[in-house]
């Protein structure tokens, strides 16, 4: 079951104070009158209905880091994460894995797409092909039976061969 939120919770202990049962929160709530039940024990043992504090592994690199991997990422858009993070170290001079530098640069809002060339089409390729539709133009359907079109050849225009990933910002 999903935690409340800070304004669910103000809200449910406003509806309490107003003289409503436990029972009847929880269902105007939708959810579990054990949730709401333990909202108010709370209050009453803290005078607090924040969030405790929860364990969980601390962040190998500071927000500081988290900056530079970001500009150094923005500076070289196709540098990769496991090549930035062999040049970055963490917190204590620990090394960083390339999944944290993905998340860090995921949560900066970066995220990593195969770059798309076109193929580049020069006047003359234009003119060429323009020439071919024309020439073409008359065939009947049992001169177009002997031809077959394929489109499943891939062509490497350039150094994007599907393996190179460009860091580009979320639309």
């Excluded at 669910?8 to 949730?35: F, P, W, Y």
Aim: hydrophobic fraction near 30%; charge should be positive; aromatic fraction near 4%.
């Amino acid at each position: 079951m999903p935690r409340l939120s800070e304004v669910d919770r103000h809200r449910a202990l406003g509806l309490l104070q107003a003289g409503l049962l436990i029972s009847e929160v929880s269902l105007r709530m939708n959810v579990n009158r054990t949730k709401i039940f333990r909202l108010r024990q709370r209050l009453h043992e803290t005078d607090t209905v924040s969030d405790r504090p929860r364990s969980g592994r601390p962040r190998c690199t500071s927000q500081g880091q988290d900056r530079n991997l970001v500009r150094n990422h923005m500076n070289n858009r196709f540098l990769s994460a496991s090549a930035s993070s062999r040049q970055t170290r963490g917190r204590n001079n620990q090394r960083i894995s390339a999944n944290t530098v993905r998340r860090r640069l995921n949560t900066s809002g970066l995220r990593a797409r195969r770059p798309y060339i076109d193929p580049i089409l020069t006047q003359h390729h234009r003119h060429q092909r323009k020439l071919w539709a024309q020439e073409h133009a008359a065939w009947d359907r049992i001169q177009w039976r002997s031809v077959v079109f394929s489109d499943e050849s891939r062509f490497c225009i350039d150094h994007a061969d599907g393996r190179v990933r460009v860091r580009e910002k979320k639309r």
